[in-house]
């Protein structure tokens, strides 16, 4: 098992007081630690973290927004005990105290290729509201398809989300939608508290089908209006018997947790 993740750094190292990425491997079969092979502190600060799993190629891809060292969202991999080298970066931007731009997202296997897709949303430090990423990347961690704003110019914000394969080079987008700027203090994305109003919320999911270049193929479903909310805190969508899956709580301060199962069927 692999585990990625961030904290703070221990007393009496380098690095104490301060906080980065964290990557741990356990034994599957022991549950044990197996410290040669976990590796930490590659990005300073690690805002947010992302990890998948492709098991073709037997791959862990992770990713850190770091908003100093580096000021980027920067992929990784993991295989059969290597970490590799290479490294695929979207340019970023932070002042070392905790805002920076990337929102959330997700990292998905994509199985016929033994690579990766992933969806985050990003915005520039700058004058800009958080748009929707798409990017896929090789099993050795280089950029097939650049990162790619899925809904550019005036399209207003979307803050997400996760992705699920439907094969054949095509992807299930999931995000929120808002006309208005969602994230005012990009300090607050650090503590996933971004104050988003109840009424986005509850009504900005969306579902949308991408192919593999990233280009959108019809128009997104507002998952909302069929009664299947996606709210923004909401970073998971699994696949499912006959289709696609995501659980959410109706409410702040509710205690009802919903299950909601897409079932997808094809036309011509």
Request: glycine letters at 14%.
């Amino acid at each position: 098992y692999v585990l990625h993740t961030a904290g703070q750094c221990r007393d009496g190292e380098w690095c104490a007081g301060h906080q980065g990425d964290i990557t741990q491997v356990l034994d599957a079969a022991t549950g044990e630690q197996i410290s040669s092979e976990g590796k930490d502190w590659r990005a300073s600060h690690s805002c947010k973290q992302m990890i998948g799993y492709n098991d073709v190629s037997n791959t862990f891809l992770m990713a850190n927004a770091g908003d100093y060292y580096p000021k980027d969202v920067q992929f990784i991999g993991y295989r059969n005990g290597r970490h590799l080298g290479a490294q695929a970066r979207f340019p970023g931007w932070g002042d070392g105290t905790g805002p920076q731009g990337m929102t959330q997202g997700a990292i998905k296997a994509d199985l016929a290729t033994g690579g990766f897709a992933t969806v985050y949303s990003f915005a520039p430090e700058v004058g800009g509201l958080d748009k929707l990423y798409f990017a896929t990347i090789s099993k050795d961690v280089a950029f097939v398809q650049a990162p790619k704003q899925l809904f550019p110019g005036p399209s207003g914000t979307q803050i997400g989300g996760n992705v699920a394969s439907l094969g054949a080079g095509k992807w299930l987008v999931a995000y929120t939608e808002s006309s208005t700027d969602l994230v005012t203090d990009y300090l607050y994305i650090f503590f996933d508290d971004w104050k988003v109003p109840e009424a986005v919320r509850t009504s900005g999911g969306r579902l949308a089908i991408v192919d593999s270049s990233g280009n959108l193929l019809g128009e997104p479903v507002d998952t909302a209006a069929l009664g299947a909310p996606f709210p923004v805190e909401v970073n998971h969508l699994v696949e499912r018997p006959g289709g696609y899956g995501w659980i959410y709580m109706d409410g702040a301060g509710k205690d009802t947790v919903k299950l909601v199962q897409l079932r997808c069927r094809r036309t011509a």
